[in-house]
């Protein structure tokens, strides 16, 4: 009999006491032997829930207990969860938590402490929720050299530029019916600026560079500034705009960002609509392998945490190898990234200033009451795109992607 512990009854928590407990046996058959919910730590009381015979108020009794060989973190936040699973690992058992702003604050030096103590520190939930990529990355991807990863891996925005896309309606009339839905949080701004994309590129980062990447090194710009006119340009091209946490490797310089892309139909992140999560990475030996899901949720993410805890049972005085150095990842800087721009300048009859500055240009025909000219450029770093753009009164600029 394996005890776990959950520290947290709310979304991902109750998902994983209630996966636990319903596909009990076929879990059991799993991991090789039975998995009961011991603890589960939570501030609040929860009358006539069944977790009830299990709640308790203070971790020590968790951390004190030696029965309990596997903690679940489903928190949320740094703190007090950092505490709590370096406690968990330095006392012999392993943790796996969904908590994507530890494990990207926190990761390399948690995954030092499980292998020092002989246990696991496991996060697949932490990125894509239900999607399994984080194994994939670490145990199946062990030959190619990572390339490039793209993905789409923030729900709430994806659903938001869907429908932007989808009914012509405005940012903040979807933001407010996404709240309405509760697809959105009443504070959105992890999601829309880009924060919450930005931690899962982090740890996804530094799976695939092996060294730990700050987050805070990593640029971010959010969806505010999308409007209904730059999608009206995409469907002239056949294109959509995704926010996408990118990582990508050039001429030995390691970038990763979160920004707005235009995609074009060939990328298979085109047709990742609403709610969706979607992560592409690119080996040098594979080629392009494509993960798809859902990337939030009670019983997807908590499903993706009971495969930890499955695992963790597993492997049981055996330490997963995960390449993932306690030391820092230089990134290259954003005015040297390359990409082509979709651009929109205030001004017509201007193309010949726009070729003259920019080079060669694809422009997009647009309505002319907008008194606009929009278009596509050449591959340019930030610092080139910069310097063409000083020149016009830009109204809109977003990445496209190569
Ligand atoms: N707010 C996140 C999303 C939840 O919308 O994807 C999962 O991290």
Same mark, same amino acid.
């Given at each position: 009999m394996v005890n776990v512990a959950i520290l947290g009854y709310g979304t991902v928590g109750s998902g994983v006491f209630k996966i636990i407990n319903d596909n009990n046996s076929h879990i059991a058959r799993r991991a090789g032997d039975d998995i009961k919910v011991k603890y589960v730590l939570d501030l609040r009381d929860f009358p006539g829930d069944p977790v009830e015979e299990v709640?308790?108020?203070?971790?020590d009794v968790i951390m004190e *207990?030696?029965?309990?060989s596997v903690v679940v973190e489903?928190?949320?936040?740094v703190e007090p969860a950092y505490t709590f699973v370096k406690r968990a690992l330095m006392a012999g058992k392993s943790a796996c938590t969904s908590n994507k702003e530890l494990v990207a604050k926190h990761g390399a030096e948690l995954l030092e402490i499980a292998k020092d103590n002989n246990v696991n520190f496991f996060f697949?939930?932490?990125?894509?929720?239900?999607?399994?990529i984080i194994r994939p990355l670490i145990?199946?991807?062990?030959?190619?050299?990572?390339e490039e990863i793209q993905g789409i891996m923030n729900g709430t925005t994806n659903y938001i530029l869907t429908k932007m896309e989808d009914e012509g309606a405005d940012f903040d009339t979807v933001l407010k019916d996404a709240q309405d839905k509760g697809y959105?949080?009443?504070?959105p701004e992890a999601d829309i600026e880009g924060y919450d994309a930005c931690r899962k590129i982090a740890i996804l980062s530094s799976l695939a560079y092996e060294k730990q990447v700050d987050f805070e090194d990593i640029y971010t710009e959010g969806?505010?500034?999308?409007t209904t006119v730059d999608f009206d340009y995409m469907k002239k091209i056949g294109a959509s705009i995704k926010l996408l946490g990118l990582a990508r490797k050039e001429v030995g310089i390691a970038y990763s960002m979160v920004a707005p892309f235009v995609i074009?139909?060939?990328?298979?992140?085109?047709?990742?609509? *609403?709610v969706f999560n979607a992560i592409l990475i690119k080996g040098d030996m594979l080629g392009d392998v494509m993960f798809y899901g859902k990337g939030a949720g009670s019983l997807p993410t908590a499903s993706a945490v009971v495969s930890d805890v499955v695992d963790a049972v597993k492997r049981t005085g055996n330490t997963a190898m995960v390449y993932w150095k306690n030391e820092k990842r230089i990134l290259g800087s954003v005015d040297a990234f390359t990409t082509p721009y979709f651009v929109r300048v205030k001004g017509t009859g201007i193309e010949s200033e726009i070729q003259d500055k920019f080079g060669e240009v694809q422009f997009i025909e647009g *309505?002319?009451?907008?008194g606009e000219t929009a278009f596509i450029t050449k591959v340019l770093s930030g610092s080139e795109y910069n310097d063409a753009a000083a020149s016009f009164d830009v109204v809109s600029r977003i990445r496209v992607s190569k």
């Open positions: 709640l308790v108020h203070d971790v *207990d030696e029965e309990v489903v928190m949320g936040g697949e939930a932490s990125v894509g929720g239900g999607i399994p145990e199946c991807l062990t030959v190619d050299h990572v959105a949080e009443r504070n969806i505010t500034k999308i074009f139909q060939d990328n298979p992140l085109y047709n990742v609509k *609403d *309505d002319p009451s907008l």
